[in-house]
């Protein structure tokens, strides 16, 4: 182009300015020049030379400049033609630059490298993105060049192939119903679907509005079975219980738990209530109607309630109960239920199971059958007629006291503490001087207990220790009730209650009254006393039997063992050790044993095979072995002379160094063993020697000083640390009653004789009556520490032995009164009847010195004898040898 330019206008026109024409064949004149691209001169070869070295402009290395010849032209619009934007010296298509010097780009109108498609805009919304990449749905970028009819019309375009947000992999909006549930939505936001099943039916688990199907939701579900979860048998689009469907959306129906108000189908009764259960044993039956006492239906699920006592005339019941049968129960509740109105049988008419005791007799049952009732008198209390539904009787083992009841222990022995007419045997107790005895109020035992006496170790049981404070008469022991059994020693009494606790007081010095611990009141000089009631210890669960020796007492536990407490230096505590002070009861040997007495220095029991064993100190013959010994420290039996043991005893009673039995229930004869120097066997005939005491024969110690006159110093077993005094003697007549003149002529203990006129006897003898015929009939057995009476079937009292003090009354040997009648004999040798005691009920026993004490039937007490201590009880200090009334 450029050339053919040069040669129109002429070669002048094409040459540099300034420069001369030289050797310019047409003008020779013109000015010669080098050759040279650049030079303004078109030389040879040269297809232009606009004389410059650009190279970015029409004439590039004075050839004509194109595209591709890897000078990019400048200069140029861009709507020029010849428009260069880059050129690489080739014509490669597919490189940076075009064969047309184009730079490569989207929009360009040609398909680069990496281009997809050009479609020579930059609309990234047509089917070519300004990127040059094929448009697709999920690229991000809504298409909006195709109709909506087109099948790649897009609608949405979220950049994702997911389905369940709010674009789908199709590029369409989600929608409810589409069939893809959306995950991008929580509840409460625009657009949340709880389900979408692609289908328009409303009866199944997913509503038309993307929302699960629920019960109450007012749409009926039809795509569920009977047994599936979730199945609607009715939905009334409301949360009402009490209609015809049902909170879970089930047909309303009794037993559902949902109290239903409308009207029932027909043939079924209203729903008074619907607890949801099948139990017919609570408030609400099984056909919906509530529980009422009569259904036949036995309410479980109450408790009773307080159960106080009532009285329906007035009841007085907690909150919340009322007053059945005299007691009180919660409301509604049952014991039993057997539907009907007979209010005599096992459930009364308030289905409240009968009850012993409930006030209403049963009539149901037979008198062999269990929970018969002979009686109900509405109450527990065990003194009236009306015991345990039974009539009550003596020998029921319940004690009525309104029917003249003292006690009653089930049985009858008339031998024990309750006797066959349940009165008590054991309400008088006589001491060495005090007397104690239950306390009556308005004709009757009140548990309570009177003593008169002597003070000076406490007997009164008042808290102090004084002669002054002796009682002439009768006075209450502070502290004591329901006691049913009285026991006296020396000075110390004991007292055993209904319950089978015993407390004792009085004298304590041996360790007597049983607390566990030595006495601390100092009383009478250096002896230690506890003046008031004090419980004792160790009784093994209750004591059933209750006796007093002189130091020492003794109970039965409820195991039939004996347990002893207070002096047991010659084993008499039954433990098999010396204790010579024991404050605690001490557990005896594992005999049966129903009946126990306490001596002097020993002890006895009865078993319940009606055996008699004793044991501890036997010098005298009171343990009835046969044998005269200082100790034993085991029971031994009591035997007869042929050594068999003494059987069918029925009742037993110790005297300070002997013992009587009544034996045979047949026969009641008595017999009697051990000491007989003041006739306590009444076995002795007249002509005897004169009496004597039981004293041991030994005297003091004769180590350095001599004897008194009369006695000799002995050497015992050649030990010279054994020599003691003995009184000397030529015959037995120089001797005390007991004792024997020896070979070395001093006075020896001498064995308990077999004839009537011995001392002492270590085997059971009869006593004997004015006849010298043996005593038989006895009911009880009495008497102190040196004499001994019995109650006849008469109500007489028939006493033996020492005299000393009249407590047998104005009795000569003979039983005459004649000069007797102010001195009395020191000893009756033959079962007397006392003078002016009748009407006896029980006689006392104790270990009275030199006093006597009898109830009689009216519960009055009588006394007679020594009166030194106050101890007879009627005012005054003087002997008596007739009975006075104590009071």
């Not at 040279?36 to 040269?46: I, K, P, R, S, T």
Request: charged share 25%.
């Amino acid at each position: 182009m450029r050339y053919l330019l040069c040669l129109v206008v002429g070669l002048a026109g094409c040459l540099p300015t300034g420069l001369e024409n030289r050797d310019n064949p047409l003008d020779p004149q013109a000015p010669s020049y080098e050759a040279a691209c650049g030079n303004g001169l078109l030389d040879e070869g040269e297809v232009c030379d606009d004389g410059n070295t650009v190279s970015s402009d029409a004439c590039v290395n004075c050839q004509t400049a194109f595209c591709g010849d890897g000078v990019r032209r400048l200069g140029l619009a861009r709507d020029d033609a010849a428009y260069e934007e880059c050129d690489d010296g080739n014509t490669v298509q597919t490189d940076s630059c075009s064969d047309d010097c184009q730079l490569a780009a989207c929009g360009n109108g040609r398909i680069d490298p990496g281009e997809d498609c050009d479609d020579r805009n930059l609309n990234d919304r047509d089917s070519c993105s300004s990127q040059c990449s094929l448009a697709f749905c999920g690229d991000g970028i809504v298409r909006n060049d195709l109709p909506e009819d087109h099948p790649d019309h897009e609608r949405c375009d979220d950049g994702n192939d997911q389905d369940d947000d709010s674009c789908s992999s199709d590029c369409q909006p989600a929608r409810c119903g589409d069939g893809i549930l959306r995950q991008d939505k929580v509840e409460g936001e625009v657009g949340y679907e709880a389900c979408d099943d692609g289908n328009g039916d409303e009866a199944d688990a997913c509503r038309s509005s993307c929302r699960l199907a629920s019960c109450g939701d007012g749409i009926l579900r039809e795509d569920l079975s009977p047994n599936d979860e979730g199945y609607e048998a009715c939905d009334d689009g409301n949360p009402i219980e009490v209609d015809d469907c049902t909170p879970t959306c089930q047909i309303a129906r009794c037993g559902d738990g949902y109290l239903r108000l409308t009207d029932p189908p027909e043939g079924e009764l209203p729903e008074q209530c619907d607890d949801g259960n099948p139990n017919d044993n609570d408030g609400c039956l099984n056909n919906c109607q509530l529980a009422q006492c009569g259904d036949g239906f036995v309410r479980e699920d109450l408790d009773p309630g307080s159960l106080n006592a009532c009285d329906p005339a007035a009841p007085n019941c907690p909150e919340g109960e009322l007053c059945l049968v005299n007691r009180c129960y919660r409301i509604g509740y049952e014991s039993c239920d057997d539907q009907n109105a007979v209010n005599d049988d096992a459930c009364l008419t308030g289905c409240i199971a009968a009850r012993c005791g409930d006030g209403v007799l049963r009539t149901d049952r037979n008198e062999n059958q269990d929970d018969y009732e002979a009686c109900d008198d509405g109450n527990d209390n065990e003194a009236d007629a009306c015991v345990e539904c039974q009539i009550t009787g003596c020998g029921d083992g319940i004690r009525q006291a309104l029917t003249g009841e003292e006690c009653d222990d089930g049985n009858d022995n008339d031998h024990d503490l309750c006797d066959r007419e349940c009165l008590l045997t054991r309400t008088v107790a006589i001491g060495g001087l005090h007397s104690c005895a239950l306390h009556v109020e308005d004709g009757a035992f009140d548990g309570r207990v009177a003593c008169w006496g002597d003070n000076r170790w406490g007997q009164m049981g008042q808290g102090n220790v004084d002669l002054d404070a002796s009682q002439s008469r009768p006075n209450p022991v502070p502290d004591l009730e329901d006691v049913v059994a009285l026991s006296a020693g020396q000075a110390t009494t004991c007292a055993l209650s209904a319950a089978g606790t015993v407390a004792c007081w009085g004298m304590g010095s041996n360790g007597q009254i049983g607390a566990g611990e030595a006495s601390d009141e100092v009383c009478n000089g250096d002896d230690r006393c506890t003046s008031s009631p004090t419980s004792v210890v160790n009784l093994g669960g209750g004591a059933q039997d209750l006796s007093s020796g002189t130091f020492h007492n003794c109970v039965i536990d409820p195991n039939r063992r004996s347990r002893c407490w207070g002096y047991g230096g010659f084993y008499q505590l039954g433990d098999g050790v010396a204790n010579v002070n024991q404050p605690r009861p001490r557990l005896g040997p594992a005999l049966s044993k129903q009946r126990i007495t306490a001596g002097f220095y020993h002890s006895c029991a009865l078993s319940t095979e009606g055996e008699v064993s004793c044991w501890g100190r036997g010098v005298a013959g009171q343990l009835g072995a046969g044998t005269r010994e200082e100790y034993i420290q085991s029971p031994v039996a009591v035997q007869w002379a042929d050594r068999s043991p003494v059987d069918e005893v029925i009742v037993l009673h110790s005297g300070m160094n002997h013992n009587c039995i009544i034996r045979d229930v047949e026969t009641q004869e008595v017999r009697c063993w051990g000491a007989n120097d003041k006739d306590q066997l009444a076995a002795r005939g007249p002509g005897g020697r004169d009496q004597g005491g039981l004293d041991e024969a030994r005297g003091e110690y004769c180590g350095r000083e001599a004897c008194a006159e009369g006695n000799l110093c002995v050497t015992e077993d050649g030990d010279p640390n054994r020599r003691f005094c003995y009184r000397s003697c030529e015959a037995d007549d120089d001797c005390p009653l007991g004792q024997a003149c020896s070979e070395e002529q001093t006075c020896q203990m001498a064995a308990c004789g077999e004839d009537n006129n011995s001392p002492c006897m270590a085997l059971p003898r009869a006593p004997g009556d004015d006849n010298l015929q043996p005593l038989v009939g006895a009911l009880a057995l009495g008497g102190g520490q040196h004499h001994t009476c019995i109650l006849l079937a008469n109500r007489q009292m028939k006493c033996w032995g020492s005299n000393q003090f009249g407590q047998l009354g104005n009795l000569g040997i003979n039983g005459s009164r004649g000069t007797w009648f102010q001195n009395p004999a020191m000893s009756v040798n033959r079962a007397k009847t006392i003078e002016g005691a009748s009407e006896i009920r029980e006689v006392g026993l104790g270990m009275s010195i030199g006093h006597q004490c009898y109830r009689d039937t009216e519960r009055r007490v009588f006394c007679l004898g020594d009166n030194s201590g106050y101890q007879l009880g009627d005012g005054s200090s003087e002997r008596r040898l007739l009975p006075v009334q104590a009071q």
